[in-house]
Nanobody
Framework: QVQLVESGGGLVQAGGSLRLSCAAS????????MGWYRQAPGKQRELVAT???????NYADSVKGRFTISRGNAKNTVFLQMNSLKPEDTAVYYC???????????????WGQGTLVTVSS
């Protein structure tokens, strides 16, 4: 069994900052990539940022220069530092991990339960 647990969401004023954390646990053999996605009310889930096991990062254009994704020393953790937040960043943020379990030969995507970020104007 694999679990992804997020923390760090909340309410912040426009221009403020938040830091999201996600930890993956369970029968994990290898993690290829971790990332953050978000889903605003009435919209589809969209990519925010990803980071590979080698440290390569990818960001949505809408967050470049404001958000930074990083991995912890324990490679099963990922963080999202969000600065200069805007009301349009309001969404449920989901942690994602592309990983291989100890009982499998395949890399599959796993998701956290989501954490709500609300940015007030």
């Amino acid at each position: 069994q694999v679990q992804l647990v997020e923390s760090g969401g909340g309410l912040v004023q426009a221009g403020g900052s938040l830091r999201l954390s996600c930890a993956a646990s369970g029968s994990i053999s290898s993690i290829n990539r971790m990332g953050w996605y978000r889903q605003a009310p009435g919209k589809q889930r969209e990519l925010v940022a990803t980071i590979t096991s080698g440290g390569s990062t990818n960001y949505a254009d809408s967050v470049k220069g404001r958000f930074t994704i990083s991995r912890g020393n324990a490679k099963n953790t990922v963080f999202l530092q969000m600065n200069s937040l805007k009301p349009e960043d309001t969404a449920v943020y989901y942690c994602n991990a592309n990983l291989r379990r100890t009982t499998s030969s395949w890399y599959l995507d796993y998701w956290g339960q989501g954490t709500l970020v609300t940015v007030s104007s």
